[in-house]
């Protein structure tokens, strides 16, 4: 089942169209950039929310960036595996990556090489999950669940993370 963080907190009512953009000094591909675009398509099939990326990295809502180690937050990533990202609740919008994981963009993560690859879709998916105020389920099959395996793609919304979502916006 679904949780919610401490408190509930939500993006308000008045704000429903959410721009996001991508911290400058990773100059990302489109590739890269077009996975977070469909990660963010997902939640907005099933919510009144939209999302539109925007080249301000400081007045966006929501702030997407690949960070190495200690990056200033006092959260520091660790190297490969362990923490791969973490998002904060709302209306932080803060959304970091570990810029050592093995990121998967595109091909088929289900026959890589590399043992420690990790789908950057479906960790986009769980994240964005995070930003708009959804903790983490005991639903297996949700994509709010608190373990991925590596080497696997999840980024379809489960029916428990739906009505999570649905209660919140
Ligand atoms: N990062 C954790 C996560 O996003 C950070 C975290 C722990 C967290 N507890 C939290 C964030 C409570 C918000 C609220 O869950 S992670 C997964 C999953 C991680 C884990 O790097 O461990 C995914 C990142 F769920 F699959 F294990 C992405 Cl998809
Ligand atoms: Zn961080
Ligand atoms: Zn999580």
Not at 59 to 72: R, Y
Request: glycine share 8%; aromatic share 12%.
């Amino acid at each position: 089942h679904y949780s919610f963080f401490e408190g509930k907190p939500v993006w308000p009512e008045g704000r429903r169209d959410l721009t996001y953009a991508f911290y400058t000094e990773n100059e990302l591909t489109d590739t890269v950039k077009e996975v977070f675009t469909r990660a963010f398509q997902r939640w907005a099939e099933v919510t009144p929310l939209t999302f539109t990326q925007t080249d301000s990295y400081y007045t966006a809502d929501l702030k997407i960036g690949f960070f190495v180690g200690d990056h200033g937050d006092g959260e520091a990533f660790d190297g490969v595996l362990g923490t791969l990202a973490h998002a904060f609740s709302p209306t932080s919008g803060r959304f970091h990556l570990d810029g050592d994981e093995n990121w998967v963009v595109s091909g088929d993560i289900t026959t890589s090489s590399i043992s420690s690859a990790i789908d950057l879709e479906s960790v986009a998916v769980h994240e964005i999950g995070h930003l708009l105020g959804l903790g983490h389920s005991s639903v297996e099959e949700s994509i709010m669940y608190p373990t991925i395996s590596s080497r696997t793609r999840k980024v379809e919304l489960a029916s428990d993370d739906i009505l999570g979502i649905q209660e919140l916006y």
